[in-house]
Protein backbone atom coordinates (compact mmCIF):
# COMPACT_ATOMS: atom_id res chain seq x y z
CA UNK A 1 0.00 0.00 0.00
CA UNK A 2 2.91 2.30 1.06
CA UNK A 3 4.30 1.64 -2.33
CA UNK A 4 1.61 2.59 -4.70
CA UNK A 5 1.25 5.65 -2.89
CA UNK A 6 5.17 6.32 -3.43
CA UNK A 7 4.76 5.23 -6.94
CA UNK A 8 1.43 8.17 -7.35
CA UNK A 9 3.78 10.49 -5.00
CA UNK A 10 6.79 10.08 -7.81
CA UNK A 11 4.37 10.13 -10.73
CA UNK A 12 2.71 13.17 -9.61
CA UNK A 13 6.02 14.98 -9.02
CA UNK A 14 7.56 14.14 -12.41
CA UNK A 15 4.11 15.75 -14.18
CA UNK A 16 4.56 18.70 -11.96
CA UNK A 17 7.99 19.02 -13.14
CA UNK A 18 7.42 18.57 -16.72
CA UNK A 19 4.66 21.28 -16.75
CA UNK A 20 7.03 23.57 -15.12
CA UNK A 21 9.84 22.54 -17.84
CA UNK A 22 6.89 23.03 -20.74
CA UNK A 23 5.57 26.45 -19.21
CA UNK A 24 9.35 27.95 -18.42
CA UNK A 25 10.37 27.23 -22.27
CA UNK A 26 6.85 28.72 -23.60
CA UNK A 27 7.89 31.50 -21.80
CA UNK A 28 11.53 32.06 -22.41
CA UNK A 29 10.15 31.88 -26.35
CA UNK A 30 7.55 34.37 -26.27
CA UNK A 31 9.90 36.73 -24.12
CA UNK A 32 12.39 36.44 -26.79
CA UNK A 33 10.41 36.47 -29.82
CA UNK A 34 8.73 39.59 -27.99
CA UNK A 35 12.09 40.92 -28.07
CA UNK A 36 12.66 40.63 -31.09
CA UNK A 37 9.87 41.68 -32.55
CA UNK A 38 9.99 45.45 -30.74
CA UNK A 39 13.66 45.91 -31.86
CA UNK A 40 13.02 44.98 -35.81
CA UNK A 41 10.33 48.07 -35.10
CA UNK A 42 11.99 50.19 -32.23
CA UNK A 43 14.45 51.85 -34.22
CA UNK A 44 17.31 52.85 -31.63
CA UNK A 45 20.57 53.33 -32.47
CA UNK A 46 23.47 51.60 -31.11
CA UNK A 47 25.16 54.85 -28.63
CA UNK A 48 23.84 57.85 -27.91
CA UNK A 49 24.98 61.28 -29.67
CA UNK A 50 27.71 62.28 -30.84
CA UNK A 51 28.53 58.31 -31.42
CA UNK A 52 31.51 56.85 -33.18
CA UNK A 53 31.60 57.40 -37.25
CA UNK A 54 33.23 54.90 -39.69
CA UNK A 55 33.61 54.75 -43.57
CA UNK A 56 31.69 51.79 -44.73
CA UNK A 57 32.27 50.36 -48.22
CA UNK A 58 29.18 49.06 -49.51
CA UNK A 59 29.97 46.74 -53.43
CA UNK A 60 27.60 46.71 -56.15
CA UNK A 61 25.69 42.85 -56.03
CA UNK A 62 25.74 42.82 -51.61
CA UNK A 63 22.43 41.21 -50.34
CA UNK A 64 20.73 42.95 -47.28
CA UNK A 65 22.20 39.95 -44.76
CA UNK A 66 25.61 40.48 -46.45
CA UNK A 67 25.71 44.68 -45.82
CA UNK A 68 24.04 44.02 -42.56
CA UNK A 69 27.14 41.80 -41.76
CA UNK A 70 29.28 44.61 -42.73
CA UNK A 71 27.94 47.00 -40.53
CA UNK A 72 27.69 44.35 -37.63
CA UNK A 73 31.29 43.76 -38.01
CA UNK A 74 32.48 47.50 -38.29
CA UNK A 75 30.19 48.25 -34.87
CA UNK A 76 27.77 50.47 -36.60
CA UNK A 77 24.66 47.61 -35.43
CA UNK A 78 24.45 44.86 -33.23
CA UNK A 79 22.80 42.20 -35.31
CA UNK A 80 23.27 42.22 -39.02
CA UNK A 81 20.01 39.72 -39.28
CA UNK A 82 17.75 42.06 -37.46
CA UNK A 83 19.07 44.79 -39.82
CA UNK A 84 18.32 42.66 -42.90
CA UNK A 85 14.36 41.93 -41.66
CA UNK A 86 14.30 45.98 -41.09
CA UNK A 87 15.28 46.38 -44.76
CA UNK A 88 13.04 44.09 -45.83
CA UNK A 89 10.13 45.33 -43.82
CA UNK A 90 10.78 49.16 -44.57
CA UNK A 91 10.36 51.52 -47.86
CA UNK A 92 14.23 50.94 -48.72
CA UNK A 93 14.13 47.28 -49.79
CA UNK A 94 15.85 46.09 -52.55
CA UNK A 95 16.96 50.41 -52.91
CA UNK A 96 20.29 49.86 -51.01
CA UNK A 97 23.01 51.35 -53.04
CA UNK A 98 26.95 50.42 -53.58
CA UNK A 99 29.07 53.39 -52.23
CA UNK A 100 31.09 54.66 -49.35
CA UNK A 101 29.25 55.92 -46.68
CA UNK A 102 30.05 57.56 -43.28
CA UNK A 103 28.08 56.23 -40.94
CA UNK A 104 27.65 56.64 -37.17
CA UNK A 105 27.09 54.19 -33.92
CA UNK A 106 24.91 57.27 -32.96
CA UNK A 107 22.38 56.65 -36.10
CA UNK A 108 19.32 54.56 -36.08
CA UNK A 109 19.33 51.44 -38.72
CA UNK A 110 16.62 53.43 -40.88
CA UNK A 111 18.77 56.60 -40.61
CA UNK A 112 21.58 54.54 -42.03
CA UNK A 113 19.02 52.83 -45.11
CA UNK A 114 18.02 56.27 -46.21
CA UNK A 115 21.69 57.37 -46.42
CA UNK A 116 22.24 54.18 -48.02
CA UNK A 117 19.20 54.49 -50.28
CA UNK A 118 19.95 57.99 -51.56
CA UNK A 119 21.30 58.97 -54.85
CA UNK A 120 25.19 60.18 -54.81
CA UNK A 121 25.28 62.56 -57.84
CA UNK A 122 22.41 61.99 -60.51
CA UNK A 123 24.08 61.24 -64.23
CA UNK A 124 23.02 64.13 -65.74
CA UNK A 125 24.09 66.24 -62.57
CA UNK A 126 27.96 64.88 -63.30
CA UNK A 127 28.09 65.20 -66.78
CA UNK A 128 27.17 68.93 -66.62
CA UNK A 129 29.92 69.40 -63.92
CA UNK A 130 32.61 67.83 -66.29
CA UNK A 131 31.53 70.08 -68.92
CA UNK A 132 31.85 72.96 -66.60
CA UNK A 133 35.25 71.64 -65.50
CA UNK A 134 34.22 70.64 -62.15
CA UNK A 135 35.82 67.84 -60.37
CA UNK A 136 33.69 65.26 -59.48
CA UNK A 137 34.88 61.99 -57.32
CA UNK A 138 34.16 58.69 -58.83
CA UNK A 139 33.93 55.23 -57.48
CA UNK A 140 37.57 54.22 -58.10
CA UNK A 141 38.45 57.74 -55.45
CA UNK A 142 35.78 56.56 -52.96
CA UNK A 143 36.96 53.06 -52.94
CA UNK A 144 40.91 54.51 -52.22
CA UNK A 145 39.68 57.01 -49.43
CA UNK A 146 38.16 54.47 -47.74
CA UNK A 147 40.28 51.81 -47.95
CA UNK A 148 42.79 54.69 -46.62
CA UNK A 149 40.48 55.59 -43.52
CA UNK A 150 40.27 52.03 -42.60
CA UNK A 151 44.01 51.76 -42.58
CA UNK A 152 44.39 54.86 -40.57
CA UNK A 153 41.77 53.65 -38.13
CA UNK A 154 43.33 50.33 -38.15
CA UNK A 155 46.86 51.93 -37.33
CA UNK A 156 45.23 53.94 -34.61
CA UNK A 157 44.02 50.91 -32.46
CA UNK A 158 47.42 49.40 -32.93
CA UNK A 159 48.93 52.39 -31.16
CA UNK A 160 46.85 52.45 -28.45
Known amino acids: MTRKILQEIIFIAVRIAFIVVI ?30 VKTVAIVDG ?12 KGLIDDGFLFMIQVKLSEYDEKLKPGVYELST ?14 DVDEEDEESAEDEGVSTKNEANLWDEA ?3 VKSEEEGSKSD
Open 23 to 52: IYAGYSCITKCYDFGYRIFADEAKDKEPGI
Open 62 to 73: KSNREIGEILEE
Open 106 to 119: AMTPYKMMEIMAEA
Open 147 to 149: DDT
